[in-house]
């Protein structure tokens, strides 16, 4: 065998490797990214690898009108889906419930077709208190796990697989050793779920 057909293989295995990687979407849900400190820094250790796109909603749909077919779209494109957010009121910013509403639609998400079956479904949540809070015998009466139990029944209901939520506690007092700490944990974390 000649040595350019033994470079063109190793091209070609290569460029079948790079296709077969999955794709991660972040859906960066975050009312002001300005005054952000946390999901600042996990949005831009993440954006760094090359299998992440990052779709920052607030930033897409400063009215709330969103482009129902633009993002499912993205959805299509992409094997894990993530909705990053800061928790609010134990619950997630008013943009992505709209999102959710407006972007599952019959046919698409269930009904006769579940377009994203099989796809992998995972929130990244930052919370100002500690595990201490959230826990049966904290002021939270529930963990975060149990609070989000919502968007695990949402992907149930569309056949998506449900990963373990990432969380980063602490968010009103994190140290900036603790945050960076967090953002390779983060990073890690994505590289697990494409592999």
């Known amino acids: 065998m000649s040595k350019i057909c033994i470079i063109s293989i190793i091209i070609l295995k290569g460029q079948k490797m790079a296709q077969s990687k999955k794709r991660v979407l972040i859906n960066l849900v975050h009312p002001n990214m300005n005054e952000s400190r946390v999901n600042k820094v996990l949005s831009e250790v993440a954006q760094k690898e090359d299998f992440v796109t990052i779709n920052n909603l607030y930033a897409k749909y400063p009215d709330f009108k969103i482009d129902a077919k633009k993002e499912q779209q993205l959805l299509l494109e992409n094997d894990v889906i993530i909705f990053q957010f800061p928790m609010y ?11 959710l509403d407006v972007v599952l ?22 919370v100002g208190s500690g595990t201490a809070q959230y826990n049966k015998n904290g002021s939270n009466k529930f963990t975060v796990e149990e609070i989000l139990n919502s968007f695990e029944a949402t992907a149930n209901y569309i056949k998506m697989n449900y990963a373990k939520p990432f969380v980063t506690y602490e968010t009103f007092v ?9 953002a390779k944990n983060y990073v890690e974390y994505l590289k697990a779920l494409v592999k």
């Open 174 to 182: 994190i140290s900036d050793e603790k945050l960076e700490e967090s």
């Open 89 to 99: 009121w134990l619950s997630s910013p008013a943009l992505l419930k709209e999102w």
């Open 105 to 126: 639609e019959y046919n698409f998400a269930f009904g006769e077709h579940y377009k994203l079956e099989n796809k992998t479904l995972l929130i990244a949540t930052s």
